[in-house]
Every structure is written in structure tokens, then in C-alpha cells.
T-cell receptor, first 116, second 114 residues
Framework: AAGVIQSPRHLIKEKRETATLKCYPI?????VYWYQQGPGQDPQFLIS???????DKGSIPDRFSAQQFSDYHSELNMSSLELGDSALYFC???????????????FGPGTRLTVT | AQKVTQAQTEISVVEKEDVTLDCVYE???????LFWYKQPPSGELVFLIR??????QNEISGRYSWNFQKSTSSFNFTITASQVVDSAVYFC???????????FGKGTKLTVNP
């Protein structure tokens, strides 16, 4: 079965640089979520999109922005990178399940960002 | 505010032992959903189960079982006859109140030794 695809899988950037992470959801999934997981930490919700509109927002820094495109893929743009941005960034996707209002979120393999 | 507490930071067992991972949650929502995810050393997050707040039936899937008790706000996870491949960090998570964002616990690192 198709899974969530994230690219790149690994990224090394220097402080103050910019990074763009891409997420391709499972086919027919219309909702995308972004999470950040620091070393030894639990994943923290950043932002989500439903049908190309922002649906929820968490602890996402102002230096970060994201969007969902017409083909449902999403990109997380990160500017003025800081050492503390080094983390595993997960994208997840979901679609409404009949009779349920909370959907199973299927996670991609993550993008490991290292800021030096 | 929603909160998930996994009091066990690390657990180490010997293969074939049974092990229970504890999860206690806090929420003011009447409708909420509980999840368990597995994160093996390779780093991906693998969905294991979702349970809604109106369904307190226990669930069994192979060697995995889950015990949901609203009276104690707990959603515990038991692995029977553990195997080395079960070694991973296990996260309990919660959402509800109309929001889909997952609130995770700090995770429990399970090590199964041969």
C-alpha cells in the first residue's frame, strides 16, 4: 500500500539558511499534518491543512510557513534556521473515516534536519 | 488542556515476558480519541490503534492488547510474549474537542533482550 512520502530524508543546513521540506500524502488523503520531534522528545504538532486551507496551528515558529497545494502535497518552509531547529520533521496524512470524526494519521518516514 | 502521561520512561524485559505500558490522559472533552504509536530505532512512527471515548471495549490484536478505562483515565498497552522486534519507543497520544492535532506523551522506551 502507498505510504506518505517525505523528501528529502536527510538535510544538513547552516545557521541562518533556509530549508524546504516536502510531503506527499497517501492518495485520496485530503488532510496533512506537520510535527517536529526533537532528540529524545515526543512529536510536537506544528500545523495542519485540509483541502488546501490551514485547519489547525500549533507551536510553529513565525520563521516557518507551510502550505498545501492543489495536488494535496504540502511543503514546510523554514527560514533563518537555528541550531534548535535540528529535529526529525514528520508529515502525516488522513482522510475522513465513515462514522468517525477523528481520523487515523499515517506518518511518513520523516526528514531529519541538522542545522550546524 | 489535554495531557498525556507515560510514567515509565524505560522498560527492559527478557524475550517472552509480558509487558504493560501505562498511559494516563487528561482532557475536558467529552468526545476524544486515544492512540498508540510505535517508533522503532529506524525512526518512523507506526500507527497501532485508535480508540474513541465511547468505546471502552478492550481490544486484542495478536500479541497486542489494549485496556481502556475511563474511570481511571487510562489506556494501557500490553505486549504478550515479547520479542526482540518489539524493542522501540511507544507513544500514547490523544486528540479531541474538534481538533485533529495529536498530543503525545513523552514515550516509553521498551528494550526486549534475547
Amino acid at each position: 500500500a502507498a505510504g506518505v512520502i517525505q523528501s528529502p530524508r536527510h538535510l544538513i543546513k547552516e545557521k541562518r539558511e533556509t530549508a524546504t521540506l516536502k510531503c506527499y500524502p497517501i492518495p485520496r488523503h485530503d488532510t496533512v499534518y506537520w510535527y517536529q520531534q526533537g532528540p529524545g522528545q515526543d512529536p510536537q504538532f506544528l500545523i495542519s491543512f485540509y483541502e488546501k486551507m490551514q485547519s489547525d496551528k500549533g507551536s510553529i515558529p513565525d520563521r516557518f510557513s507551510a502550505q498545501q497545494f492543489s495536488d494535496y502535497h504540502s511543503e514546510l518552509n523554514m527560514s533563518s534556521l537555528e541550531l534548535g531547529d535540528s529535529a526529525l520533521y514528520f508529515c502525516a496524512s488522513s482522510t475522513p473515516a465513515p462514522g468517525l470524526s477523528s481520523y487515523e494519521q499515517y506518518f511518513g518516514p520523516g526528514t531529519r534536519l541538522t542545522v550546524t | 488542556a489535554q495531557k498525556v502521561t507515560q510514567a515509565q520512561t524505560e522498560i527492559s524485559v527478557v524475550e517472552k515476558e509480558d509487558v504493560t505500558l501505562d498511559c494516563v490522559y487528561e482532557t475536558r472533552d467529552t468526545t476524544y480519541y486515544l492512540f498508540w504509536y510505535k517508533q522503532p530505532p529506524s525512526g518512523e512512527l507506526v500507527f497501532l490503534i485508535r480508540r474513541n471515548s465511547f468505546d471502552e471495549q478492550n481490544e486484542i490484536s495478536g500479541r497486542y492488547s489494549w485496556n481502556f478505562q475511563k474511570s481511571t483515565s487510562s489506556f494501557n498497552f500490553t505486549i504478550t510474549a515479547s520479542q526482540v522486534v518489539d524493542s522501540a519507543v511507544y507513544f500514547c497520544a490523544l486528540n479531541g474537542g474538534g481538533s485533529e492535532k495529536l498530543v503525545f506523551g513523552k514515550g516509553t522506551k521498551l528494550t526486549v533482550n534475547p
